[in-house]
């Protein structure tokens, strides 16, 4: 029996999850489905929704994808009410994002693909936020998620990067050029050379624009490691870049912008 004043928490742990791809929900569901004590309230496949089953389910823990139609995780958490934010575990298959949902101070994140036993930990962690939410122990920690959104848009100041099954964290600085490859990137660090399953416009877009530079339609650019420019015919050039002496050659379309990030006036391209 418990004693006069103490609140009995209720045993069930109110899970809503949200991710635009069928089967990753599946898989979810039927993890979440294996679990004692868990309730799935609210299922969406889009920003939009999910914001709409926050509101209407009030779970305790979010499973919550970061590319998504219709508003992305980060978005979702910014449409939501503080008092209505639930305890938040990002599920991603971007490792970039990683760095973002710690940015914003999520409690934890999934990287696609896990397995069941990193779940089940990610669960658990949640699980004992949720305790300390429930006894008013963890306003702190969600304030920290507010204020940390903001963050969390801010340009990536590193990288995180598989390296011998382990996630290495590398200074943005220290990059001197990626190279698309389909849907992934070549991302080049001295000697380095690191391949993400990323695309180079969804990398642009969170890189510092005051730092890189899409050269080439395949090629972002670090422009403090630029350490020669020479003019090539028809508008291009050839960028010599770091310590290792690499050459990049700029594509004719991108000459106006090179020149102005490099302050190259015209009788540079002569």
Wanted: charged share 25%; net charge neutral; glycine share 6%.
């Amino acid at each position: 029996m418990m004693g006069g004043g103490e609140a009995v928490e209720p045993s069930v742990l109110r899970v809503a999850l949200a991710d635009d791809e069928p089967l990753a929900r599946s898989r979810l569901r039927a993890l979440l489905a294996a679990e004692p004590h868990v309730e799935l309230v609210s299922e969406a496949a889009s920003g939009a929704e999910a914001v709409r089953g926050v509101l209407q389910s009030s779970p305790d823990v979010l499973l919550l994808d970061v590319e998504m139609p219709a508003g992305d995780g980060f978005e979702v958490l910014r449409a939501l009410p503080p008092e209505s934010l639930p305890v938040v575990v990002f599920v991603t298959a971007w490792q970039q994002h990683a760095v973002r949902a710690f940015e914003a101070q999520a409690l934890d994140f999934l990287l696609k693909p896990y397995d069941k036993e990193r779940f089940r930990a990610a669960l658990a962690r949640a699980r004992q936020q949720v305790r300390l939410v429930r006894r008013g122990e963890a306003v702190a920690r969600q304030e920290a998620l507010l204020s940390g959104l903001a963050l969390a848009e801010a340009p990536l100041r590193r990288l995180p990067v598989k390296v011998d099954g382990r996630i290495r964290f590398v200074d943005c600085s220290a990059i001197s050029h990626v190279e698309s490859e389909a849907n992934y990137v070549r991302v080049h660090v001295g000697a380095e050379q690191h391949v993400l399953r990323e695309t180079l416009t969804h990398l642009e877009e969170r890189l510092d624009t005051r730092r890189f530079l899409r050269v080439h339609r395949s090629v972002l650019v670090n422009l403090d490691q630029v350490r020669e420019a020479e003019p090539l015919s028809q508008g291009e050039y050839l960028l010599v870049l770091g310590s290792s002496g690499t050459a990049v050659r700029t594509g004719r379309s991108h000459r106006a912008r090179v020149e102005a990030a490099l302050g190259l006036g015209s009788d540079s391209a002569r």
